[in-house]
């Protein structure tokens, strides 16, 4: 699962519109938008989401899948 799978996941289950939750985050409406198709968020701005969730940064990145998926390969 992508950053923007797991973001659209994570906003559809919270209960919050866009506006909302941008406002929470402090950031724009249209950034909330872009990371929900395909943008990544910047470091900041996804330690904020993962806070705001109470998740990790790793999970949002799907970093242990990524890792899992290396290691096949090799």
Known sequence: MS????FREL??????TQ????N???LSEG????????RVPKADELVAIANHFGITVDWLLAI???MRTWLEKI
């Not at 950053?3 to 797991?6: D, I, T, V, W």
């Not at 506006?19 to 941008?22: C, I, S, V």
């Open 11 to 16: 906003v559809a289950s919270s209960g919050l």
């Open 31 to 38: 950034a909330i938008v872009n990371y929900k198709r395909d």
């Open 24 to 26: 929470a985050l402090g």
């Open 19 to 22: 506006k909302e939750l941008a």
């Open 64 to 66: 242990k899948a990524a």
């Open 3 to 6: 950053f923007p799978e797991r």
